[in-house]
């Protein structure tokens, strides 16, 4: 019975000590990830302006509609061309200028300029951003990757803790009690929104992890070193052994990202076909129709079509020559080893994007519920904490337990930034915090 006790004692104090540090972060991730579910709503009515246009008889090319851009901004350099979905949507023409991106709207009827867009302005590519990494670039996707890695330990830690050891009863287990004290409300508020969203926000957490900078691309690199990446029926000939990478020179989807970029074929002096030729190629071969074609930035480059849809059964990623116009590679979802199914699929449910409105409300739903998760157990917190220390329970270290040994160890090969900052802690607790007196009684170590 005191071996148990000292176990639960020792999983409190973690997941306490966990939801202390990583509290702020899940907040942010929460409140980011559920205005990003309704981008497509929301974006088509900021920019209403520039992507609605009146539907006439006919469309002018492609390149009409560049070489107008050009005319416009002399100065520029042509990086991606996205033709509008619709007939009423606008084309999009992306430029290079002054070290700044810019995408520039084109009626496809006149090849009139309709609005102009500084790429820094795109209020929904900061919230990614700051989603993804805190606005401050690998430092901060980092931070946001060891924080995911600790919600996963909250989890765990935190259905330990809810798991009814006497009575079994749906009340304060299953059931939040609403018409008891404040204490009862905000612990049922805490233990029992967890327990019913827990398999909602591991899913979030692993399928947010498969695109991180650090365990993502470890797993990509996996996945093709293990021969389960790029079928050769994706490539015209061998594949390439080329160093650059396709997510160097393009945004496609999740299982295209390493994915090597052949090269166009070395013509002296001849012209690269015109963006008319590769549009008409996306078309005819059925690419989805709210692809963007990337340019190619040098001699040797390639068009790249990149269709990154709503469904992950849509993707697409085609490698063009660009001077005979030929498809160098085209790779589809139906290429898809069984794991990159998998993840191409679960980024598109994180995204709110698979299942249409439905995905974007059961996502809001999560993410309202871990706000309240959040908010509650800080409440928590903060109605029952000594001013002497944090609160945490006294229990003995986390070595004592072989089973948590075995556990973190576990933890720590699957991820390893959290192995790393499991190293870090223990480090500090042993060289810092145990040989501070006032660090000692704050943080309750025995």
């Known amino acids: 019975m005191k071996n148990k006790k000292s176990l639960y004692k020792t999983i409190w104090r973690w997941h306490f000590y966990a939801g202390i540090f990583i509290a702020p972060f899940l907040f942010i991730l929460a409140v980011t990830g559920g205005i990003y579910l309704f981008k497509p709503q929301i974006e088509e009515i900021m920019y209403q302006d520039y992507y609605q246009v009146e539907v006439q008889a006919d469309k002018t090319t492609p390149q009409q509609q560049v070489d107008n851009v050009m005319a416009e901004y002399p100065d520029a350099t042509v990086t991606s061309y996205r033709p509008g979905e619709t007939d009423d949507r606008s084309a ?37 951003e700051f989603h993804g990494e805190l606005m401050l670039g690998t430092w901060g996707d980092r931070i946001v990757e060891l924080a995911a890695c ?57 399928s947010g992890l498969f695109w991180s900078g650090f365990l993502g691309t470890k797993i990509q690199n996996t996945a093709t070193n293990l021969g389960v990446g790029y079928p050769p029926s994706i490539w015209t000939g061998s594949a390439p052994e080329s160093t650059v990478l396709t997510k160097d020179i393009a945004d496609v989807a999740w299982p295209a990202e390493s994915m090597p970029v052949p090269e166009s074929t070395d013509q002296q002096g001849f012209i690269p076909v015109s963006i008319n030729e590769v549009v008409h190629t996306a078309n005819e071969t059925g690419v989805y129709p709210t692809y963007e074609v990337f340019y190619p930035s040098t001699p040797t480059g390639v068009y790249t079509i990149s269709a990154f849809p709503p469904k992950a059964q849509d993707e697409v990623t085609m490698h063009i020559d660009q001077y005979t116009g030929a498809i160098l590679a085209d790779y589809r ?72 040994i075995v556990l973190l160890i576990i933890f720590s090969l699957l991820l390893p930034l959290l192995g790393i900052s499991v190293i870090v802690i223990f480090l500090l607790d042993w060289l810092v915090i145990r040989r501070v007196p006032t660090l000692k009684r704050i943080f309750q170590v025995q």
């Open 150 to 206: 600790w919600i996963i330990i909250l989890l765990v830690t935190g259905l330990f803790i809810w798991f009814p050891r006497k009575k079994k009863r749906a009340k304060g287990t299953i059931i939040p009690r609403l018409n008891q004290n404040k204490r009862i409300f905000f612990r049922d508020m805490h233990a029992v929104t967890g327990f019913w969203l827990s398999l909602a926000i591991l899913f979030l957490v692993f």
């Open 333 to 404: 979802y139906e290429h898809y080893k069984p794991i990159g199914k998998l993840i191409a699929t679960g980024i598109t449910i994180h995204k709110g994007l698979e299942f249409g409105l439905t995905n974007q409300i059961l996502g809001a739903l999560v993410c309202l519920g871990i706000i309240a998760i959040v908010v509650s157990g800080i409440i928590m917190w903060w109605r029952r904490k000594p001013d002497q220390h944090l609160g945490a329970p006294i229990a003995p270290s986390v070595l004592s337990s072989k089973v948590l």
């Open 92 to 128: 999009e023409v992306g430029i290079s200028l002054d070290g700044s991106s810019y995408t520039i709207f084109v009626d496809p009827y006149t090849a009139n300029i309709v609005g102009e867009l500084n790429d820094q302005h795109r209020i929904f590519d900061r919230v990614e």
